[in-house]
């Protein structure tokens, strides 16, 4: 049995108390898909707040809420319109106080996303900005020209569109206006608008700074809204923010992010686990040791289970593969984000049997099916129509349903949520393809932690003892649905560990020993040895 390992060393926080990011368990909420109060079929603020306490029965510290800044009611013209305003087809101001406050309750961090790539080619900002108004004159990219020269392609730019007003043109993205980065001014009204919602009691915001023309221009802005941040919550007395950056420009560029002396990022997310093709063992840990090595010494990546508007774990790897993503995920280091859904194994929705064509404020993709409560005939999610279909398994992938079974997705998250907090969960790092299986070890700790999981095709055997220093014999603290290895049950080390396709399991152990000499302590017999044959040989002159 061929076996590959990478070995990793990751200490989280430099001494002191690690702030609250850095180990966190966000769960990632889609507003519009949550739980809707008024029976209008799109999910709202009130309907966030009163479903709250299911997120933090997941183990989760944190939620992040999508896009809720006023967006345009036209939907020729989408986007947002304001970045301090409330969609009114979310709620307003005082909804949104009482979704702070209940947060703040139940311990719950409270994360909105600020979607500053693009505009509203109705906002008051572009027409400002087209009027050439003092202070919005480059806060959308703008190109000089006439209308029978297009500029040429750029990247970032899906294409330009000639305004009459300021006789150019402006780029445009998903017929949004794309706003430029590179601008001071944008950059001001971006830290003022960041410095309103931590005053509305957020702990932090999610962006997405590419700007692909100048990659230097997001970095810089990622910079100065950390600036700003930190300077605003010292002049409020709140606490220091985090802020959270999604990059679609792969894990070396997307790095620099995380800026110099902690001027940057708080985490960059990752995503591996959530690639559109499911990844063989060999390839996934090489993607993870990359994934940690590129960032600033004590930085380290938050890691996503599904991307907001992609296909979820059951649809884009199989169903069966939703409890291994999990368990790996949260063995790795640092923070990570479980997407809406994913942790009930809910598959996307079927497009093709949506019957609305209202204009809704975001697009509709199949990820964004409704979550399943229950398995009624709208899953408890509306009183009236459902913006989009549910999703084709609902009936058994549903909240209700699985929460009250220990061995259902929702249970294999909870235990290893809540296992990750453990002083057992050492700061040190392995990763191993053993056969066709990932196993990630924790270790440092009280404890060892061990994730075995195959992402293979086919049956394999993964030979635990060629990881040296583990204990003869480790507990089962979850396991996959339909797997053979029962909660509580102990596993031998020294046979071999036979896995179905995305079978994973979760192993508990006493801290791990390294027995014999180590490489340190061979080198020194060796020079010991060596010195000895030459004193000798002297000695015989």
């Given at each position: 049995m061929w076996l590959a390992a990478v070995v990793l060393t990751t200490l989280l926080g430099g001494g002191g108390a690690d702030p609250w990011w850095s180990n966190a368990v966000y769960y990632s909420i889609l507003v519009d898909s949550f739980k809707d109060s008024n029976g209008d079929g799109l999910g709202d603020l009130q309907g966030v707040t009163k479903q709250l306490s299911y997120v933090r029965a997941l183990g989760a510290d944190a939620v992040i809420l999508s896009p809720i800044s006023a967006r345009s009611m036209n939907c020729d013209t989408p986007g947002t319109t304001d970045f301090t305003d409330i969609d009114e087809r979310y709620g307003n101001l005082d909804i949104f106080k009482g979704l702070a406050e209940k947060a703040k309750k139940l311990e719950l961090k409270l994360v909105i996303t600020l979607t500053i790539e693009t505009i509203s080619s109705s906002s008051e900002l572009f027409n400002f900005s087209a009027e050439r108004k003092s202070g919005f004159e480059d806060k959308v990219v703008w190109r000089d020209g006439n209308p029978d020269e297009t500029p040429p392609e750029e990247v970032g730019i899906n294409h330009w569109i000639w305004h009459d007003g300021r006789k150019a043109y402006y780029g445009s993205s998903r017929n949004e206006a794309?706003?430029?980065?590179?601008?001071?001014?944008?950059?001001?009204?971006l830290s003022n608008c960041q410095c309103t919602w931590l005053k509305r009691g957020i702990a932090g915001v999610l962006l997405n700074p590419d700007f692909p023309s100048n990659h230097?221009?997001?970095?810089?802005?990622?910079k100065k809204m950390m600036v700003s941040a930190t300077s605003c919550s010292r002049a409020n007395n709140l606490e220091t923010p985090v802020i959270l950056v999604e990059s679609s420009l792969g894990a070396e560029t997307s790095a620099k992010y995380y800026g110099?002396?902690?001027?940057?990022?708080?985490?960059?997310?990752?995503?591996?686990?959530?690639?559109?093709?499911k990844r063989p063992a060999a390839s996934l840990a090489l993607a993870l040791h990359a994934t940690l090595l590129f960032p600033p010494q004590d930085m380290i990546p938050t890691w996503l289970t599904s991307k907001r508007n992609e296909s979820r774990i059951a649809t884009r790897y199989g169903s069966e593969m939703v409890d291994a993503i999990i368990l790996t995920t949260l063995a790795m280091p640092g923070a990570m984000i479980i997407q809406q859904g994913d942790e009930l194994g809910a598959a996307d929705t079927i497009l093709e049997w949506a019957s609305s064509s209202k204009c809704w404020p975001i697009p509709a993709v199949a990820s964004a099916a409704p979550f399943p409560w229950d398995d009624t005939p709208t899953a408890s999610f509306t009183s009236g129509e459902p913006w989009l279909p549910l999703a084709p398994n609902y009936r058994y992938a549903n909240a209700k349903t699985e929460y009250a079974n220990e061995?259902?997705?929702?249970?294999?998250?909870?235990v290893a949520s809540a296992i990750r907090k453990s002083p057992a969960v050492g700061p040190y790092l392995e990763l191993h393809r053993l056969g066709e299986a990932l196993a990630i070890l924790r270790w440092g700790g009280s404890g060892s932690l061990l994730v075995v999981s195959n992402?293979?095709?086919e049956k394999t055997e993964a030979v635990l003892s060629r990881i040296p220093g583990l204990p003869a014999e480790m507990t089962v603290a979850a396991s996959s649905g339909g797997s053979s290895m029962t909660l509580g049950s102990h596993v031998n080390l020294e046979k071999n560990l036979k896995l179905v396709p995305g079978e994973s399991v979760l192993l508990i152990g006493p801290p791990r020993h390294c027995s014999g000499p180590g490489p340190v302590d061979k080198i020194a017999s060796k020079l010991s040895e060596g010195w000895q044959k030459i004193n000798k040989y002297f000695g015989n002159l």
């Open positions: 794309v706003l430029n980065l590179c601008s001071e001014s944008l950059a001001a009204m230097e221009c997001g970095v810089q802005l990622v110099e002396g902690g001027l940057g990022a708080n985490s960059v997310i990752s995503y591996d686990f959530a690639s559109p093709a061995l259902s997705h929702i249970g294999v998250m909870k992402f293979g095709q």
